[in-house]
């Protein structure tokens, strides 16, 4: 996983409660069996038009949206589906960071797996920000900044966020979680002897 | 210091505690489908990990397979690469495999119960989302995303944050036409699809008691809907007797041994709950979703809600867009909404129970003529002991299509798809945009429910469909 300390980019607003993983990535594309080649079909039923062209009325085939790697959403993102082919086709596409004032957990935990970092603000930092995304003339920029839980965008926007010491570290060092898992393997094992020996009294 | 059942089955699971952290939990059963494992599997080929406990690892093929009669034999390359992948990986580990071959194939959700394998106590995880199902047995289950699934195949535990509790009290009784569907709708469409976000659901009350297995399966596998990270049911003599016999349960003195280990699987009178809801059950009406998400509900009494009634300018916005994509007018009855296909299946209603509900409805009828109506048991199992009821002739003879086993129209990764603008009753889980197939419309509902409106026309209050034939013979 790419580690993720520090991130600044173009913002792209979609002003949507209870974005469904169905939408981010829709069920004809979960036939594949690699992690890659979602990119292209994320929002795909909302980005493309019924003959394949790209909608001009969907934000991410705007101008402004050009290079942007910083999705801004409503609350509730990623509802739904635990499909993981969702940060995959988010993360492809070159998004590093969602902000939103709340996240599905399944997503929000598929996201910290990916090197996407879910970031929650308060309702009223979430509007902020799409106050200011809107009245931007060129892209909106902000940055995030993992280690100090913070975002800015360099004219007056701060706010902080949290996310669970355990999940930053793995973002921030970019960590294997199943390598970080093994180093406690003795524990592990002497559960399972213990859960094996119930079971098996159970069973005789 | 008196616990809850949740609180239970975390304590008996942790394996490890981070500090201020997430806890590493022991995983007794790990369920595996073609959608979500490739990659993991992939995983752990490229690390060159094994397997670690191939034995309580079971993997089904049930999203992507088509449910025709043909259907060993799938036409679509893709799909089939997808089926063909989750036998060479079954086979490489070890690990016990239901395949299109199998008598048991089935919904990943339908078989874990029906073999037995879902057992009161015991840790759940899939790479789905629907595994919250599995916790009407007293069990803790969760859905989880590719990584988890590799981390579990690797490890065999996961890393998940504590979530918190909730206590759903369903009082009173259920009225005549009524069931779980109702209930876990009406919960969701009271709290959101964000409202038990982060906690695991105890649904309880004399309502919840009375709910055959099937039943409670129905309102844990719907937990998710309001984002809630699982749901669960204390075990109870309905749970036993479900699962007496069943390929894995426990027997002879086994078993004994486990009914009484099962049995103080409950929650401690005075134990604490972060949050508890209480609903009477006796003032539920049958319930259909007319929006885009499956919070957005009403009693098939009411009527299409207007956006200028909204609460928010979120609100307005989402409803205005739902109510354009399901091609609906604020203020018109839901009841008389004529439409296009009837979908009786999916892990929320495709076992046994759920199609005798559906038959009873259907007996005597006939599906209205436009109306393309098809039931998709959940499990080969499922279907036949429908067919050794005799159901699958009610079902045919009224004019539906019987289906083999699999998650068909509920997603339509196989070939069973709505066409844009077909409106259709359903008897599956979520009502999203596109979900059933792009531009088509779902309204989620009970297996009665969708009878009545496979039998109507349209959608309709079961409790006021006109006599059926066989009702007037036997002077009902
Ligand atoms: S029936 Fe539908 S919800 Fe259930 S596992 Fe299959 S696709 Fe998922």
């Known amino acids: 996983m790419t580690p993720f300390t520090t991130h600044t980019g173009i913002v792209v607003p979609l002003p949507r409660a209870n974005v469904d993983t169905d939408q981010i990535i829709p069920k004809q594309f979960l036939k594949r069996v690699e992690r890659t080649g979602f990119g292209v079909a994320l929002f795909h039923d909302w980005r493309y038009l019924p003959d394949g062209a790209p909608n001009p009325a969907f934000v991410l085939n705007q101008p402004r949206a050009a290079g942007a790697s910083i999705l801004l959403a409503g609350a509730n993102f990623g509802c739904g589906s635990s499909r993981e082919h969702a940060p995959w086709a988010l993360g492809e596409y070159g998004f590093r960071v969602i902000i939103a004032e709340s996240f599905a957990d399944i997503f929000f935990n598929n996201c910290c797996q990916n090197g996407i970092v879910p970031v929650r603000l308060t309702p009223a930092e979430v509007s902020e920000l799409f106050r200011r995304a809107d009245a931007s003339e060129t892209p909106y920029q902000v940055t995030v900044d993992l280690a100090s839980g913070e975002v800015t965008d360099g004219t007056g926007f701060r706010a902080s966020f949290t996310i669970e010491a355990y999940r930053r570290e793995s973002l921030l060092q970019g960590l294997d979680e199943i390598g970080r898992t093994q180093l406690l393997n003795e524990e592990i094992t002497a559960f399972e002897r213990r859960r094996d020996a119930i079971r098996s009294r159970i069973e005789v | 210091m008196p616990r809850t059942l949740f609180e239970k089955l975390w304590e008996a699971h942790v394996v490890h505690q981070v500090p201020e952290g997430p806890a590493l939990l022991y995983v007794d059963l790990h369920l595996v489908h073609e959608v979500t494992s490739p990659q993991a599997f992939e995983g752990l080929r490229l690390a060159g990990r094994p397997v670690r406990r191939?034995?309580?690892?079971?993997?089904?093929?049930?999203?992507?397979?088509?449910?025709?009669?043909?259907?060993?034999?799938?036409?679509?390359?893709?799909?089939?690469?997808?089926?063909?992948?989750?036998?060479?990986?079954?086979?490489?580990?070890?690990?016990?495999?239901?395949?299109?071959?199998?008598?048991?194939?089935?919904?990943?959700?339908?078989?874990?119960?029906?073999?037995?394998?879902?057992?009161?106590g015991m840790t759940i995880v899939c790479g789905d989302s629907h595994t919250s199902t599995h916790g009407a047995f007293g069990s803790l289950a969760f859905g989880i995303g590719t990584?988890?699934?590799?981390?579990?195949?690797?490890?065999?535990?996961?890393?998940?944050?504590?979530?918190?509790?909730?206590?759903?009290?369903?009082?009173?009784?259920?009225?005549?036409?009524?069931?779980?569907?109702?209930?876990?709708?009406?919960?969701?469409?009271?709290?959101?699809?964000?409202?038990?976000?982060?906690?695991?659901?105890?649904?309880?009350?004399?309502?919840?008691?009375?709910?055959?297995?099937?039943?409670?399966?129905?309102?844990?596998?719907?937990?998710?809907?309001?984002?809630?990270?699982?749901?669960?049911?204390?075990?109870?003599?309905?749970?036993?007797?479900?699962?007496?016999?069943?390929?894995?349960a426990p027997r002879g003195k086994a078993w004994t041994a486990s009914v009484d280990r099962w049995s103080v699987l409950t929650t401690d009178p005075d134990a604490h709950y972060d949050r508890v809801i209480e609903i009477d059950a006796s003032t539920i009406a049958p319930m259909v979703s007319w929006g885009t998400n499956p919070g957005m509900v009403a009693s098939i009494a009411g009527r299409v809600p207007d956006p200028a009634d909204a609460t928010s300018p979120e609100d307005r916005e989402a409803m205005i867009r739902a109510l354009e994509y399901m091609g609906l007018t604020p203020g018109a009855p839901i009841a008389g909404l004529p439409i296009d296909r009837v979908f009786i299946g999916s892990c929320t209603n495709g076992r046994i129970d759920d199609l005798r509900e559906a038959a009873q409805v259907i007996r005597g009828r006939t599906v209205a003529p436009g109306v393309?109506?098809?039931?998709?048991?959940?499990?080969?199992?499922?279907?036949?002991?429908?067919?050794?009821?005799?159901?699958?002739?009610?079902?045919?003879?009224?004019?539906?299509?019987?289906?083999?086993?699999?998650?068909?129209?509920?997603?339509?990764?196989?070939?069973?798809?709505?066409?844009?603008?077909?409106?259709?009753?359903?008897?599956?889980?979520?009502?999203?945009?596109?979900?059933?197939?792009?531009?088509?419309?779902?309204?989620?509902?009970?297996?009665?429910?969708?009878?009545?409106?496979?039998?109507a026309g349209c959608l309709v209050d079961v409790r006021k469909l006109s006599p059926s034939r066989d009702d007037v013979a036997i002077g009902v």
């Open chain 2, 147 to 248: 990584s988890d699934v590799e981390h579990v195949l690797a490890t065999q535990t996961v890393m998940f944050p504590r979530p918190r509790t909730m206590e759903v009290r369903f009082t009173g009784a259920l009225g005549r036409g009524v069931g779980a569907k109702d209930l876990i709708l009406a919960l969701i469409g009271q709290i959101g699809t964000a409202g038990a976000t982060g906690h695991v659901i105890e649904y309880t009350g004399q309502a919840i008691h009375a709910l055959s297995m099937e039943g409670r399966m129905t309102v844990c596998n719907m937990s998710i809907e309001a984002g809630a990270r699982a749901g669960m049911i204390a075990p109870d003599e309905t749970t036993f007797a479900y699962l007496m016999d069943r390929p894995h």
């Open chain 2, 54 to 120: 191939p034995d309580l690892t079971v993997a089904t093929v049930d999203h992507n397979v088509p449910t025709d009669d043909q259907r060993s034999d799938i036409a679509d390359p893709v799909s089939r690469r997808q089926v063909d992948l989750l036998l060479t990986n079954a086979r490489a580990y070890g690990i016990e495999l239901y395949d299109l071959a199998s008598p048991h194939q089935g919904i990943v959700h339908v078989i874990g119960p029906e073999l037995g394998l879902t057992q009161p």
């Open chain 2, 372 to 455: 393309r109506a098809m039931v998709v048991p959940g499990s080969m199992p499922v279907k036949a002991q429908a067919e050794r009821e005799g159901l699958d002739l009610i079902f045919r003879e009224a004019g539906f299509e019987w289906r083999n086993a699999g998650c068909s129209m509920c997603l339509g990764m196989n070939p069973d798809i709505l066409a844009s603008g077909e409106r259709c009753a359903a008897t599956s889980n979520r009502n999203f945009e596109g979900r059933q197939g792009k531009g088509g419309r779902t309204h989620l509902m009970s297996p009665a429910m969708a009878a009545a409106a496979a039998v």
